[in-house]
């Protein structure tokens, strides 16, 4: 099994939380694969502002998430295990920024719960936005 260490974010602006809707249609949050000498918190940045166009700050840290699948290019299983950051961006202003992403939005929770394809984001989401509204209020 090859095992990916990747890193991403949950990105909200206000109320609201962005998604990227994938050339799957599967409703998802940004992330990427950290390479050699990567900084986890760094490359959750930057998959933020290739994949969504999006100038976010992180706030905290939010935990961590893995899942497996089958790389049909690989012929192998891979794991990737995930880093998860909450990040605030300054508006709702995104621009979809790789082809494998066909759509993206800020939703409200009770909307990005809905269409959010995953059910470990759900979760993810959940605690993140709690987290995020005690930050706010300190």
Known sequence: MIVRNCAGGVVFCGDKVFLLKNEKGE??????VMHNGDLPNEVALKRVKEEAGIAAEIVSTVGRTNYEFFSVTRQRPV?????WYIMKSPNEKFKIGEDKFIDGGFFNLEKALDITTYSQDKSLLNLSFQKFKELQVS
């Open 79 to 83: 794991c990737n295990k995930i880093v």
């Open 27 to 32: 409703w998802v949050l940004p992330k990427g």
